[in-house]
């Protein structure tokens, strides 16, 4: 009983830690995907997984349900809890990975102080990715991807094979676009493998950098890594899963998007440091090879998108971490409890100290009253106005990228909204619908065309965007709602 007592004091405050620090750092503001992946989960019971657009009021469009089984989750939370259970499913979410976090760091060297820090400084870097999105559950299962590879690399036991298949077999039915980075993530212990049957040909100065390391049972390394590749077609998919990053990265328009566009470093410094910490490592560290071409497939990979920096964020803090420890560096053992006096009794007014503070922090939100801040991102008194007082059903109107999630979660038709590739040509025989919505609407050479082009009969607009400037004096555009002076209703009467 003493040691388990132990065992609780010792690790109940940094728990506790982690808890408290993902609360602070989770996000209190929704992005606007929940509300369309919420509305999907509803038309998934209604009309099955058809493959159909349901949102937009241009017809024909094709709509992939590309994470499925998230919408009905989402679904049916947001139905039961409204949401308050959103933003604890979510808060939930990042807490648990914080708790992996801490539990992997720890079993390199068994430093719960360093662990603990190296968690927090994960959290700091991928809190702004962690948000209302199925990403955060794939942040996570990409985390346990190279947990368990290099678990399944360094025993060759089959059980570790078996989480990694159902690993994969979920990930491709709750974030389908993402699955195929699940294959690339074995490519850096792969390549260890090959290195590893031809060390004997690498000359002295890379050995003295590289370590090379053999799987323990190659076939079954291989089998697994056959069987993933093939669990892509376990989904209501077909072949998409294999083809769906390319057809995006083809498209330019799928570029306006903020998040898909090419990185700068200069912009984002916190990443710039773990990259500038990553090379430090890789030049005083002796390294295994899967280790290095992990961290440089990671760095290649952020090169080509922002959105892409968070597998980096989430990844390379605990790899270097892990060459760090395998390096044997005199790392001083710190406890910053090390005193004199009873262990556990400081361990114990602590977690006291830290349930409080706990507490305190729920009490910063109102959980009764909370709903994301609604009223300052979207246009609710101008949805309410059109619910009232417009026909939906002949309803063609124009409303930007952002808003049209919110719309359709209100079951109002929209004209685009931020499931990007229902409005790419690549998928929908050539309409270009996006490069109508990103580019010549703002121009003003071409605004007027795009609206008779899709016979908008109102205009949904932000006070800051192009089209507002040049409609806002016009006579052929009767104003009929002004929200706060940020969102602006139009009637066309072109």
């Known amino acids: 009983m003493k040691k ?66 998230y919408d009905l989750i989402v679904y049916f939370i947001f139905t039961k809890f409204s949401h308050v259970g959103i933003f604890i499913f979510f808060y939930s979410l990042f807490a648990l990975f914080g708790l992996i976090l801490f539990k992997t760091n720890y079993k390199f060297d068994n430093n719960r102080f360093l662990s603990f820090i190296t968690s927090i400084i994960t959290l700091y ?22 947990v368990f590879i290099n678990k399944l690399y360094d025993t060759g036991k089959i059980k570790y094979s078996m989480i990694l298949i159902l690993m994969s077999i979920f990930l491709v039915n709750i974030h389908m ?101 990553s090379i430090f490592c890789l030049i005083f560290c002796k390294v295994k090879v899967k280790d290095f071409f992990l961290i440089l497939g990671l760095f290649l990979l952020s090169l080509f998108a922002n959105r892409h920096m968070s597998y980096f964020c989430t990844i390379v803090p605990t790899l270097l971490y892990k060459i760090i420890v395998e390096n044997n560096f005199e790392v001083r053992k710190l406890n910053i409890f090390n005193f004199k006096i009873n262990i556990i009794l400081i361990n114990v007014i602590l977690s006291i100290m830290l349930i409080i503070l706990y507490i305190m922090c729920f009490l910063t939100i109102n959980l009764k009253d909370f709903n994301y801040h609604e009223d300052k991102n979207y246009p609710i008194k101008t949805i309410k106005y059109i619910n009232k007082n417009l026909n939906e059903k002949n309803l063609r109107m124009y409303n930007n990228f952002n808003i049209g999630s919110y719309l359709a979660f209100n079951d109002i038709p929209n004209f685009v909204d931020s499931r990007a590739e229902v409005f790419l040509s690549n998928f929908n025989d050539n309409q270009n619908i996006l490069e109508d919505a990103f580019k010549k609407i703002n121009n003003y050479e071409e605004y007027e065309k795009i609206i008779k082009k899709y016979n908008f009969n109102y205009i949904l607009v932000e006070k800051n965007e192009n089209l507002n400037s040049y409609i806002k004096n016009k006579e052929t555009y009767q104003l009929l709602y002004n929200e706060n002076n940020k969102y602006f209703l139009y009637r066309v009467n072109l």
């Open 4 to 69: 388990k007592i132990e065992f609780v004091s010792k690790f109940f405050p940094y728990i506790l830690g982690i808890l408290i620090v993902t609360f602070i750092l989770i996000q209190k503001f929704s992005q606007n995907d929940l509300y369309f992946d919420i509305r999907t989960g509803k038309d998934i019971l209604k009309y099955g997984i058809d493959f159909k657009d349901h949102f937009s009021f241009i017809p024909g469009l094709k709509y992939l349900y590309h994470h499925w089984f």
């Open 177 to 277: 676009p993402v699955w195929i980075l699940y294959l690339v993530f074995f490519l850096p212990f792969i390549t260890e493998m090959i290195f590893f049957k031809f060390s004997k040909l690498f000359d002295k100065s890379i050995k003295n950098k590289l370590k090379f390391c053999g799987p323990k049972n190659v076939k079954m390394f291989l089998i697994t890594y056959l069987i993933i590749v093939l669990s892509g077609l376990i989904s209501p998919y077909k072949i998409m899963p294999y083809i769906f990053f390319i057809k995006t990265l083809d498209n330019p328009y799928y570029l306006f998007i903020g998040e898909m566009q090419k990185t700068v470093l200069i912009n984002f410094l916190p990443f710039l440091i773990i990259v500038v910490c």
């Open 125 to 146: 870097l991928v809190k702004n990715f962690f948000g209302t999105r199925v990403q955060s559950i794939s942040y996570i299962i990409f985390f346990l991807e190279i």
